[in-house]
């Protein structure tokens, strides 16, 4: 068995770690519980099978992940601990594919760019590996381009035998799936039956937010903005809000999720700044809406402090049309 581990980990980890904190989001269990089953983990990695060898053990420390994943958790590397148990096992084309979901990941948070995917992608192909490899590559190249027949051809050849079903390759294999045809019904169903293993996973509730339709729509492209409002999903899921609740698409900049504004009202109160409520005007200027009348009860709620209100007094003194109407409201309250 050639090793491919270090290749691996160096073309993927490099341009994440120089971006990311390390930092893990948890679920329902605790941290320390899911770090102590994350360093296990790292631990297995570190032992290679000898030829012949169990390698049950192996497996066992893909299903914590997985049970980590499951949990609503996420930790920056384990999708590289999952690569090289997964090489380490002998799935090759499973260690690509994991190594992608680390970079995807750190995509969708806002923290690297595309161009760094492609072109880990790209130095990968170069190195000339051995034809499991370059498949798997192709197919994820294809899937990071948007080519869905291409990546579904390849994705289906590759994994779907071993695949669990709700494995990242899995979650690739649906999405080509709805982005050809958002009427698969039996692709739909499958595709929201998995989404406790991507909570923390942006590109998940972005391609749920396009394949569906109404409230359901709506609730993923929420997640996928609350989960990273400044990543590379969140224009166009407010765009989806904005048609969702009958604005023009162009409105959809000015809208902030529920837990957006929560956030921002609670960073001015704890502040005693009542200046940080700029950012939430233009969603007050918006017409009727369940985001806006959310974020004028929230306003409204403030009055009893004098500093709010002399803030909203100013505002809506300043201001024209339907946002002065709306702050003068508010300091009525």
Do not use: H
């Not at 969702?244 to 504004?261: A, C, M, P, V």
């Not at 929230?298 to 709306?326: C, D, H, I, K, N």
């Amino acid at each position: 068995m050639k090793s491919k581990l270090k290749t691996l980990l160096v073309l993927f980890i490099v341009p994440a770690l120089s971006a990311c904190g390390g930092k893990m989001s948890s679920g329902t269990q605790t941290e320390e519980t899911l770090s102590a089953g994350f360093a296990q983990a790292q631990a297995a990695v570190l032992v290679r099978p000898q030829e012949g060898a169990d390698l049950s053990s192996f497996y066992r420390s893909l299903d914590e992940l997985a049970e980590i994943e499951r949990a609503g958790s996420w930790i920056q590397g384990m999708a590289l601990t999952e690569s090289g148990i997964r090489e380490n096992a002998g799935d090759f084309a499973g260690a690509v594919a994991a190594a992608y979901k680390e970079m995807a990941w750190a995509y969708g948070r806002g923290l690297i760019q595309k161009a760094d995917i492609e072109q880990s992608l790209q130095n990968l192909l170069a190195m000339k590996n051995e034809a499991d490899v370059i498949a798997a590559t192709n197919a994820v190249l294809a899937f990071s381009g948007e080519r869905w027949t291409q990546a579904a051809e390849g994705l289906g050849t590759l994994f779907d035998e071993s695949e669990e079903p709700d494995g990242f390759c899995s979650w690739m294999i649906l999405v080509c799936a709805l982005e050809k045809d958002r009427e698969d019904r039996r692709a739909g169903a499958a595709y929201k039956s998995i989404r406790a293993r991507y909570v923390q996973f942006p590109e998940y509730w972005y391609r749920g937010a396009r394949a569906f339709s109404g409230a359901v729509a709506a609730e993923y492209a929420e997640n996928c903005i609350n989960s990273s409002p400044l990543g590379p999903f969140a224009d166009e899921c407010r765009k989806i809000l904005a048609s969702f609740t009958g604005l023009k698409i162009e409105d959809g900049q000015s809208i902030r999720t529920k837990r957006e504004i929560e956030a921002v009202i609670s960073q001015s109160v704890n502040s005693g700044d009542p200046k940080l409520l700029d950012s939430l005007l233009p969603l007050i200027g918006l017409p009727d809406n369940p985001y806006t009348i959310y974020a004028v009860g929230a306003m409204r709620a403030l009055t009893g402090v004098p500093a709010f209100r002399s803030y909203f007094t100013g505002q809506a003194a300043s201001s024209a049309g339907r946002l002065a109407e709306r702050l003068s409201y508010i300091c009525r309250g």
